[in-house]
C-alpha cells in the first residue's frame, strides 16, 4: 500500500527507482514495475520482462536456497553485440580500412557457462578469448572451437605455455603470443627451434600514458607487465637477426581497469598508436594493435568521472579508438590494423546478481522516553531535560550536553558511583537524545560537521544470509561500489536507514558504503523489517571478477546459481549450479567428511557408555552431523 511523505504525495515505485537510481546504472536491462517489484529486460529488444521478486520466489519453490546467483545470458548476448556494433558504427563512419575484433578476457569470470556464452554469441563478430594464464589458455582452446578463432595469449609464461600457443596455430586458431618480458623471447625462439613452427607474436608496451583510479598503475614505466621503449627495440633486433621480423604482429596495451574517464583513454590510444606504426616501419608484419582492457560501467548510473562511474559513453569510446588509429596510420602511410579490444568487465557485469535475504535486524529505537523518577540519579534527570529541550536552533548545543552526560555516566560506573540499571537508563535516554537530534537534523539546510555521521550512528544493522568475502569480496578489498536495492516492496516508502552485514564473524564483513548521487553514502534506505515475511534484496553488476575472487572465510562456500534464458513464452531455467555444501568447503581446507563422522560417532558411543548420553540422543546428535555436512554452507529454512 502506498504511504505518504511529508509533502502529501503518496510514494510510487517510481520514487524507488529515483531512490535507488535505477534508471541510471540498470538501464537498458533493469527497472522498476508498476507492482514495486524490480524487473529485468535481458534482451531490450525483445519487450519482455521477467519479474525477478517472483522468479525469486519460483526458484525458491524448486529447493534452490538463497543466497542465489542469477545469470542472465540474454545479458550477455546484448553485451557482445552492443560492442562489436559500436565499432562497426564508428567504423563505417570513419571510413575505416580494417575491422574489430574484440576478445574476452577469461580471468573475469571463468565458469564455463559463461564462457560458452562468449563464444556461442560472440561467433557472428568472431569474437574470441584472452587467456592471462596457462590454465586459461588451456580454457581457451577447449572452448574456441571456430576455424580462424582469436586467442591472446597474456600473463607470465614458461616454455610449455608458449609450446602449447604454439602447436594451437595448427587447429587453424589465431593464436597470438604476447610477450610481456623480454626474457620471454628466449622462450620462444627454443620453442620455434623445437617444434618448427613459426610463432604469432605480439608485445606489451609500457606506455608512459595512465588510467584513473585504483588501477592507474597498471600502466607506466614501472608497471607489474610489459617492455620499454628500450626493451621493444632489442626485441625488435634480435627478432631481426633471426629473420622473425614478420612474427611480431600485434602491439597491446592496458592502462588499467573500469577507466572512468575518456581523455587517458584518449592519450594512451594516441601514443600507442605511433609505437605501432613506428613498428610498421622498422620492418614488422603489424596487424592488430590490441587496446586492453578498461572500458568502464557505470556502477552508480551518476555517468561522472568518479571511480564508480564513467563521463563517455560505449559510442564515444569506440570512436575515439578508430579515430585516433586511423589517424596515425594516416600520417605515417601505415595500413591500418584489426583492432582488438579486451573488455570483460562491460561484457559480464550486466548479467549476474546476488540475491539474498534479510534475516535479523540489530536497531537503535526506543521510543519516547519516560521521565525520571523524582528520586533518580541527576544525569538521568540531566540528559531528560536535555532531550525536551532539544530544538532545530540548538541541535549542536543538544548534542554537547548529551555527549558529555554519557561520558559522564560511563565513568561513575566505572568507579561504582552508578547502578548498572542506572547506567542502563542514562543510554537509553542518550539515545533518545540522538533520535530528536536526528529528526530535527534531517529539516536543516546546513548540518554542523560533528552530526554529518549521525546517520550511520543512528543506522540500523541488517543481517544479511550471504558472505561479502565470498561474493562481493572487491567492496572488502577495494571499496568497490555496487548497486544494492531491495527486489519488491517498492510501492512502499523505505523509512529505515542501514548498514548490512553478512554472516561471516569478522567485522569487515560490512556494506556500508552505497552508491549516491555525489560519491557514495553511508546508509541505504531499507524497509522496515517484519520477521514473519521474507525480504529480500540483491546486488547487481557483480557478473565480472566477484565469483572467482572469492574465499571461503569462515567456510561459506560458493553459493546456488542458475542461468536463465528467455523463450517464446517467457523464460526457462538453462543451468542450476548447486552452491557448496559443508562437506564440500571441508575437503577444500582437507578435511574428510567421512573421517570426522567416524570421530564424532567415537566421541558419542564413549558417552553413551558411561551413560552421559542416552541412545536417542545419540541418534539424534549423529542425524544432525551427518545432515549438517550435506547441507548448504548458508543459512536454510529447512527442517
Same mark, same amino acid.
Given at each position: 500500500?502506498?504511504?505518504?511523505?511529508?509533502?502529501?504525495?503518496?510514494?510510487? *515505485?517510481?520514487?524507488?527507482?529515483?531512490?535507488?537510481?535505477?534508471?541510471?546504472?540498470?538501464?537498458?536491462?533493469?527497472?522498476?514495475?508498476?507492482?514495486?517489484?524490480?524487473?529485468?529486460a535481458?534482451?531490450?529488444?525483445?519487450p519482455?520482462?521477467?519479474?525477478?521478486?517472483?522468479?525469486?520466489?519460483?526458484?525458491?519453490?524448486?529447493?534452490?536456497?538463497? *543466497?542465489?546467483?542469477?545469470?542472465?545470458?540474454?545479458?550477455?548476448?546484448?553485451?557482445?553485440?552492443?560492442i562489436?556494433?559500436?565499432?562497426?558504427?564508428?567504423?563505417?563512419?570513419?571510413?575505416?580500412?580494417?575491422?574489430?575484433?574484440?576478445?574476452? *578476457?577469461?580471468?573475469?569470470?571463468?565458469?564455463?557457462?559463461?564462457?560458452?556464452?562468449?563464444?556461442?554469441?560472440?561467433?557472428?563478430?568472431?569474437?574470441?578469448?584472452?587467456?592471462?594464464?596457462?590454465?586459461?589458455?588451456?580454457?581457451?582452446?577447449?572452448?574456441?572451437?571456430?576455424?580462424?578463432?582469436?586467442?591472446?595469449?597474456?600473463?607470465?609464461?614458461?616454455?610449455?605455455?608458449?609450446?602449447?600457443a604454439?602447436?594451437?596455430?595448427?587447429?587453424?586458431?589465431?593464436?597470438?603470443?604476447?610477450?610481456?618480458r623480454?626474457?620471454?623471447?628466449?622462450?620462444?625462439?627454443?620453442?620455434?627451434?623445437?617444434?618448427?613452427?613459426?610463432?604469432?607474436?605480439?608485445?606489451?608496451s609500457?606506455?608512459?600514458?595512465?588510467?584513473?583510479?585504483r588501477?592507474?598503475?597498471?600502466?607506466?614505466?614501472?608497471?607489474?607487465?610489459?617492455?620499454t621503449?628500450?626493451?621493444?627495440?632489442?626485441?625488435?633486433?634480435?627478432?631481426?637477426?633471426?629473420?622473425?621480423?614478420?612474427?611480431?604482429?600485434?602491439?597491446?596495451?592496458?592502462?588499467g581497469?573500469?577507466?572512468?574517464?575518456?581523455?587517458?583513454?584518449?592519450?594512451?590510444?594516441?601514443?600507442?598508436?605511433?609505437?605501432?606504426?613506428?613498428?610498421?616501419?622498422?620492418?614488422?608484419?603489424?596487424?592488430?594493435?590490441?587496446?586492453?582492457?578498461?572500458?568502464?560501467?557505470?556502477?552508480?548510473?551518476?555517468?561522472?568521472?568518479?571511480?564508480?562511474?564513467?563521463?563517455?559513453?560505449?559510442?564515444?569510446y569506440?570512436?575515439?579508438?578508430?579515430?585516433?588509429?586511423?589517424?596515425?596510420?594516416?600520417?605515417?602511410?601505415?595500413?591500418?590494423?584489426?583492432?582488438?579490444?579486451?573488455?570483460?568487465?562491460?561484457?559480464?557485469?550486466?548479467?549476474?546478481?546476488?540475491?539474498?535475504?534479510?534475516?535479523?535486524?540489530?536497531?537503535?529505537?526506543?521510543?519516547?522516553?519516560?521521565?525520571?523518577?523524582?528520586?533518580?540519579?541527576?544525569?538521568?534527570?540531566?540528559?531528560?531535560?536535555?532531550?525536551?529541550?532539544?530544538?532545530?536552533?540548538?541541535?549542536?548545543?543538544?548534542?554537547?550536553?548529551?555527549?558529555?552526560?554519557?561520558?559522564?555516566?560511563?565513568?561513575?560506573?566505572?568507579?561504582?558511583?552508578?547502578?548498572?540499571?542506572?547506567?542502563?537508563?542514562?543510554?537509553?535516554?542518550?539515545?533518545?537524545?540522538?533520535?530528536?537530534?536526528?529528526?530535527?537534523?534531517?529539516?536543516?539546510?546546513?548540518?554542523?560537521?560533528?552530526?554529518?555521521?549521525?546517520?550511520?550512528?543512528?543506522?540500523?544493522?541488517?543481517?544479511?544470509?550471504?558472505?561479502?568475502?565470498?561474493?562481493?569480496?572487491?567492496?572488502?578489498?577495494?571499496?568497490?561500489?555496487?548497486?544494492?536495492? *531491495?527486489?519488491?516492496?517498492?510501492?512502499?516508502?523505505?523509512?529505515?536507514?542501514?548498514?548490512?552485514?553478512?554472516?561471516?564473524?569478522?567485522?569487515?564483513?560490512?556494506?556500508?558504503?552505497?552508491?549516491?548521487?555525489?560519491?557514495?553514502?553511508?546508509?541505504?534506505?531499507?524497509?522496515?523489517?517484519?520477521?514473519?515475511?521474507?525480504?529480500?534484496?540483491?546486488?547487481?553488476?557483480?557478473?565480472?571478477?566477484?565469483?572467482?575472487?572469492?574465499?571461503?572465510?569462515?567456510?561459506?562456500?560458493?553459493?546456488?546459481?542458475?542461468?536463465?534464458?528467455?523463450?517464446?513464452e517467457?523464460?526457462?531455467?538453462?543451468?542450476?549450479?548447486?552452491?557448496?555444501?559443508?562437506?564440500?568447503?571441508?575437503?577444500?581446507?582437507?578435511?574428510?567428511p567421512?573421517?570426522?563422522?567416524?570421530?564424532?560417532?567415537?566421541?558419542?558411543?564413549?558417552?553413551?557408555?558411561?551413560?552421559?548420553?542416552?541412545?536417542?540422543?545419540?541418534?539424534?546428535?549423529?542425524?544432525?552431523?551427518?545432515?549438517?555436512l550435506?547441507?548448504?554452507?548458508?543459512?536454510?529454512?529447512?527442517?
Open positions: 500500500m502506498n504511504e505518504m511523505v511529508e509533502n502529501g504525495e503518496p510514494w510510487s *515505485p517510481q520514487k524507488s527507482a529515483q531512490l535507488y537510481q535505477i534508471q541510471g546504472w540498470g538501464l537498458p536491462y533493469f527497472s522498476v514495475s508498476d507492482e514495486g517489484h524490480v524487473q529485468v535481458p534482451d531490450p529488444t525483445r519482455r520482462n521477467i519479474n525477478l521478486f517472483e522468479l525469486v520466489q519460483h526458484l525458491e519453490a524448486r529447493g534452490l536456497d538463497l *543466497p542465489l546467483l542469477i545469470r542472465f545470458s540474454d545479458i550477455v548476448e546484448h553485451r557482445i553485440k552492443h562489436n556494433e559500436a565499432f562497426e558504427r564508428a567504423i563505417v563512419e570513419y571510413e575505416y580500412p580494417g575491422i574489430y575484433r574484440g576478445v574476452f *578476457p577469461v580471468k573475469v569470470n571463468q565458469q564455463r557457462h559463461l564462457i560458452e556464452d562468449v563464444v556461442e554469441f560472440g561467433r557472428p563478430w568472431q569474437f574470441g578469448l584472452e587467456a592471462g594464464s596457462k590454465p586459461e589458455l588451456l580454457i581457451a582452446l577447449a572452448a574456441m572451437q571456430d576455424v580462424g578463432g582469436l586467442i591472446i595469449c597474456n600473463g607470465y609464461k614458461d616454455l610449455h605455455y608458449i609450446e602449447t604454439l602447436v594451437a596455430q595448427k587447429f587453424d586458431k589465431q593464436v597470438i603470443v604476447v610477450l610481456e623480454i626474457e620471454e623471447l628466449d622462450h620462444v625462439f627454443r620453442a620455434t627451434e623445437k617444434l618448427g613452427i613459426r610463432p604469432l607474436l605480439g608485445v606489451r609500457k606506455l608512459s600514458a595512465k588510467g584513473v583510479g588501477w592507474a598503475n597498471s600502466a607506466g614505466d614501472r608497471a607489474k607487465f610489459g617492455l621503449m628500450t626493451e621493444i627495440v632489442e626485441l625488435v633486433d634480435r627478432l631481426a637477426a633471426k629473420d622473425m621480423l614478420d612474427c611480431l604482429q600485434l602491439l597491446h596495451f592496458h592502462i581497469s573500469q577507466i572512468s574517464s575518456i581523455i587517458p583513454i584518449k592519450n594512451a590510444i594516441q601514443e600507442a598508436a605511433n609505437i605501432y606504426t613506428e613498428l610498421a616501419k622498422m620492418g614488422c608484419k603489424m596487424g592488430y594493435l590490441d587496446v586492453g582492457g578498461g572500458l568502464a560501467i557505470d556502477y552508480d548510473g551518476s555517468k561522472t568521472d568518479f571511480h564508480a562511474s564513467r563521463n563517455y559513453t560505449l559510442e564515444e569506440a570512436a575515439d579508438v578508430v579515430a585516433h588509429v586511423q589517424a596515425a596510420c594516416n600520417k605515417s602511410d601505415v595500413e591500418c590494423p584489426t583492432l582488438v579490444s579486451e573488455s570483460g568487465r562491460a561484457v559480464a557485469a550486466h548479467h549476474s546478481m546476488l540475491v539474498f535475504e534479510v534475516v535479523g535486524v540489530n536497531e537503535v529505537r526506543f521510543g519516547a522516553p519516560v521521565e525520571p523518577k523524582p528520586e533518580a540519579h541527576r544525569l538521568l534527570k540531566d540528559l531528560y531535560e536535555t532531550y525536551k529541550g532539544i530544538s532545530a536552533k540548538n541541535v549542536q548545543e543538544s548534542w554537547h550536553d548529551a555527549t558529555q552526560a554519557k561520558e559522564e555516566a560511563q565513568n561513575l560506573f566505572k568507579y561504582g558511583y552508578l547502578s548498572l540499571r542506572e547506567r542502563a537508563g542514562a543510554e537509553r535516554l542518550f539515545w533518545n537524545c540522538c533520535e530528536k537530534i536526528q529528526s530535527k537534523v534531517k529539516k536543516l539546510k546546513f548540518v554542523p560537521e560533528e552530526l554529518w555521521d549521525l546517520d550511520r550512528t543512528m543506522s540500523s544493522i541488517y543481517y544479511c544470509n550471504f558472505s561479502l568475502f565470498q561474493s562481493a569480496p572487491d567492496i572488502w578489498a577495494i571499496d568497490q561500489l555496487f548497486p544494492i536495492m *531491495p527486489i519488491h516492496r517498492l510501492d512502499e516508502q523505505p523509512e529505515v536507514t542501514a548498514r548490512l552485514a553478512d554472516l561471516t564473524c569478522d567485522s569487515d564483513g560490512m556494506i556500508d558504503r552505497f552508491i549516491d548521487v555525489e560519491e557514495d553514502k553511508q546508509v541505504l534506505e531499507v524497509h522496515d523489517y517484519r520477521p514473519d515475511e521474507p525480504y529480500f534484496m540483491a546486488m547487481f553488476l557483480n557478473g565480472a571478477y566477484q565469483e572467482i575472487l572469492g574465499d571461503l572465510h569462515n567456510l561459506f562456500g560458493d553459493t546456488n546459481a542458475v542461468h536463465v534464458r528467455l523463450t517464446e517467457g523464460y526457462e531455467v538453462r543451468h542450476v549450479v548447486k552452491g557448496d555444501s559443508i562437506a564440500d568447503v571441508l575437503r577444500y581446507v582437507e578435511y574428510q567421512e573421517g570426522m563422522v567416524e570421530a564424532v560417532r567415537k566421541q558419542a558411543e564413549r558417552a553413551v557408555q558411561s551413560g552421559r548420553l542416552t541412545n536417542e540422543q545419540m541418534r539424534t546428535l549423529m542425524q544432525h552431523y551427518e545432515q549438517a550435506r547441507s548448504y554452507t548458508y543459512l536454510t529454512d529447512s527442517e
